[in-house]
């Protein structure tokens, strides 16, 4: 059974930091994994998309590097701003036959101005 | 196009109600999903409609839980006799698939209070 486990659970932050946000999925039979915002009450909003033959993929100041075979991904931020602050999902969608996402149960990001 | 929605956005119910929420996917896509969010938990996979065939349905969707997509647009998920634990956000996202796989995405979530 997949599994995703993200660290930190929570994580705060001054504005303008870098930071890395961490993902690990138990099994590497994997079609993509994907980075997710959610704000506080709201849905999911995609932000990146990483599929299994991918590397990384970047989106502005945000960069998500996968590495399949250990089981891993990152989710890099660059200089942080009090807007980043939300919830950050990552999912993975296992090989199988099966349509369903997996997802860890986020970090919780703070920024401070 | 405006996005996948979802009504209602917020329904307070008494336990052994029915419920009955509504997904209108973005347009010609031919995959709907339903997924349950508790606090602070990841979405829990429910089922998921390619076109309007049900293909998969998760052990977490009881018998007290059906979802329907009568012409393969909208889709529909009834609670019955609706307990505290039902209690979640649930979620739907919608994609277009031809066989690679891409992004689902989600609507804003209809949060579910029972009393």
């Known amino acids: 059974k997949q599994e995703v486990t993200q660290i930190p659970a929570a994580l705060s932050v001054p504005e303008g930091e870098n930071l890395v946000l961490n993902c690990s999925f138990t099994?590497?039979?994997?079609?993509?994994l994907q980075w997710f915002r959610q704000d506080p009450g709201k849905g999911l909003t995609s932000l990146l998309l990483?599929?299994?033959?991918?590397r990384e993929q970047t989106s502005g100041r945000l960069n998500a590097s996968l590495d399949k075979s250990s089981g891993r991904s990152t989710l890099y931020i660059a200089a942080s701003q009090p807007g980043d602050s939300a919830t950050y999902l990552c999912?993975?969608?296992?090989?199988?036959?099966?349509?369903?996402?997996?997802f860890g149960k986020g970090t919780k990001l703070t920024v401070n101005p | 196009d405006t996005g996948v929605s979802q009504d209602p956005r917020h329904k307070i119910t008494k336990r052994g109600q029915n419920v009955t929420f509504r997904c209108d996917p973005i347009?010609?896509?031919?995959?709907l999903y339903w997924y349950r969010q508790t606090l602070g938990q990841g979405p829990e996979f429910l089922t998921y409609?390619?076109?309007?065939?049900?293909?998969?349905k998760s052990r977490l969707l009881s018998d007290r839980f059906s979802a329907e997509r009568p012409k393969g647009s909208f889709s529909t998920l009834e609670i019955q006799r609706t307990e505290q634990g039902d209690s979640a956000m649930y979620l739907c996202?919608?994609?277009?698939?031809?066989?690679?796989?891409?992004?689902?995405?989600f609507g804003p979530g209809t949060r579910l209070l029972v009393l």
């Open positions: 996202a919608s994609s277009f698939s031809t066989g690679a796989r891409e992004t689902q995405y």
């Open positions: 099994d590497s039979a994997i079609y993509n």
């Open positions: 990483i599929q299994s033959s991918q």
């Open positions: 999912a993975v969608e296992p090989q199988g036959g099966s349509e369903k996402l997996v």
């Open positions: 347009s010609e896509h031919n995959r």
């Open positions: 409609f390619q076109n309007e065939a049900q293909l998969e």
